[in-house]
């Protein structure tokens, strides 16, 4: 992975329910590497990865055999701490981002603002509880935990769909999309895009 882009993070947790290490580069270029112990999980970060073209690398060992859940939030919270990281200040960053990603039968469309101020909409309709192992509700931990850590407004509406394979994995890549937008820099943009003058 590259080493000479400054748009890079590198994040330690550790607690006494997981132990994880990730390190993000916003400007890679699609490489993962990415062990979770939660093979879903590893399944949609991977894919996140590919679609952002971020690079990504990420080690984590948690009490899994309790359940996924501290797992699954904690590294949204590590990626989430990873791009507020990366961008710094914002300047001269896009900051808003938007994706429609279709899957088979499944449409998704999320937008994205890293405005500093968290909120998070999830809208995914009725899916099944369980994708093998994985428990789907848990997706929406993920996201929240990442929204809040990264300090973004994100809004994910699963337009249609019927297959949760395909919906979780359409706002995934629908996700990596918006927010490599909103990353993206602008030599049009002075400083924070904010008329306040900051975020």
């Known amino acids: 992975m590259d080493q000479s882009n400054d748009r890079i993070a590198e994040i330690v947790r550790t607690t006494k329910e997981t132990q994880i290490r990730l390190r993000l580069n916003l400007d890679g270029d699609g490489q993962a590497a990415v062990s979770t112990q939660v093979g879903f999980l590893d399944h949609m970060l991977t894919l996140f990865t590919v679609h952002g073209f971020f690079d990504l690398e990420i080690s984590a060992l948690g009490d899994v055999e309790i359940d996924d859940h501290h797992t699954v939030e904690d590294i949204g919270i590590c990626l989430g701490k990873a791009f507020s990281e990366a961008l ?98 602008s030599d049009r943009i002075k400083g924070q895009l904010s008329s306040k003058g900051m975020l």
């Open 88 to 185: 710094g200040d914002k300047a001269g960053i896009c900051r808003y981002g938007h994706s429609y990603v279709p899957m088979d039968e499944t449409l998704t469309r999320v937008c994205v603002d890293f405005s500093n101020r968290f909120y998070l909409h999830y809208e995914s309709g009725v899916l099944d509880q369980k994708v093998g192992t994985f428990d789907t509700a848990l997706a929406k931990e993920f996201l929240r935990a990442f929204a809040l850590h990264a300090g973004v407004t994100l809004h994910v509406d699963v337009l249609h769909g019927e297959n949760t394979h395909h919906i979780l994995e359409s706002v995934f890549k629908a996700l990596a999309r918006a927010v490599s937008q909103a990353c993206s820099s």
